[in-house]
């Protein structure tokens, strides 16, 4: 494996967390939740070639980029099945309460547990609902990385508030991720700084 890096870019009007894992030395690229459009020019114009997309999830706040970027780099969409229904459908999706209605088909479900390998670089699914019904988070064990989407952020968690939400499930999928994953594993959030499970065990009020 060649040197596998994280970047971030911060994107929409609710500063979505759109990131960009990638191997250096060979400049083969992942986009985790693509939010707006403009991402491929972004890319490109850095030399990156974008091998996959990867969704935490459906809301419109992190998909609204994935049309483009589909077809202009010819790269699957993967989503966790569960959430199937939520990416097309622009009410579960919250982009009708924007009025701009957008949907997406995945190309590629995925289970939890699975492991996806992109761009050289291997993703576990772990299935974390709450948020929303099909929301996930992909680890990347090699370098410790996870990528949790809405359901865990530095001091936080996602709201359950939207459709497919529940607060009862989300509570059970944070308390999962913080006893699962070892305490060094660097958490990288849809929204915010990153942090890590040793930092939100100690600080996060909604980790017990």
Request: with cysteine; aromatic share 8%; proline share 4%.
């Amino acid at each position: 494996m060649g040197n596998i890096k994280v970047g971030r870019m911060v994107l929409g009007a609710v500063e979505t967390n759109c990131y960009i894992v990638y191997d250096s030395d060979t400049m083969e690229a992942v986009v985790i939740d693509p939010a707006k459009n403009g991402i491929y020019d972004k890319m490109t114009e850095k030399g990156f070639r974008v091998c996959g997309i990867l969704l935490t999830h459906g809301h419109f706040d992190h998909i609204m980029g994935c049309h483009e970027l589909a077809e202009r780099s010819g790269a699957k969409l993967y989503a966790l099945s569960a959430e199937k229904e939520v990416c097309g459908n622009s009410s579960l999706n919250a982009s009708d309460d924007i009025r701009r209605p957008y949907t997406v088909e995945p190309d590629v479900l995925l289970c939890d547990g699975d492991k996806q390998e992109l761009a050289g670089i291997t993703f576990e699914v772990v299935a974390t609902p709450g948020h929303t019904i099909g929301s996930c988070c992909y680890y990347v064990e090699s370098e410790k990385w996870l990528f949790s989407g809405d359901t865990l952020f530095a001091g936080s968690v996602g709201r359950t508030d939207l459709p497919t939400g529940s607060g009862e499930q989300l509570m059970q999928s944070v308390e999962m991720i913080v006893n699962r994953f070892p305490k060094d594993v660097k958490v990288y959030p849809g929204h915010g700084e990153s942090t890590t499970i040793e930092r939100e065990l100690a600080y996060n009020p909604f980790v017990s």
